[in-house]
């Protein structure tokens, strides 16, 4: 059975920094994209970061390009996402997810691509 497991949410002060990490363990399939999504209050789903499985390529959304660094070593290690210069709208419920769909099909990371989810990890900022 597939699982993923994310940690390191918490509270932050705005410009602050906060790294969060997701797990995987099981056969997460020979799809390409692990991702970042978020959820605020009343709010849809969003893409907030993708990466090939295993590292290299990257994508993310233009709300948290050069703040936000998605980073994997191998297959075998976990996901993290590295936030800095954090705001209070970055407030959300974090989400890992894992694609079995190609890079092409999965990169710009529409939700309904993504078969797996962690259960999510609360980040507040606030002052």
């Known amino acids: 059975q597939v699982q993923l497991v994310e940690s390191g949410g918490g509270s932050v002060q705005p410009g602050g920094s906060l790294t969060l990490s997701c797990t995987t363990s099981?056969?997460?399939?020979?799809?390409?994209?692990l991702g970042w999504f978020r959820q605020a209050p009343g709010k849809e789903r969003e893409m907030v970061a993708i990466i090939f499985n295993g590292g290299g390529l990257a994508y993310y959304s233009s709300s948290v390009h050069g703040r936000f660094k998605i980073d994997q070593q191998n297959k075998q290690k976990p996901v993290s996402l590295q936030m800095s210069d954090l705001k209070p709208e970055d407030t959300a419920i974090y989400f890992c997810?894992?694609?079995?769909?190609?890079?092409?099909?999965?990169?710009?990371?529409?939700?309904?691509?993504?078969?797996?989810w962690g259960q999510g990890t609360q980040v507040t900022v606030s002052s």
């Open positions: 099981g056969y997460i399939g020979g799809g390409d994209c």
């Open positions: 997810a894992a694609s079995a769909r190609p890079w092409a099909e999965c990169y710009k990371g529409s939700p309904i691509n993504f078969g797996v």
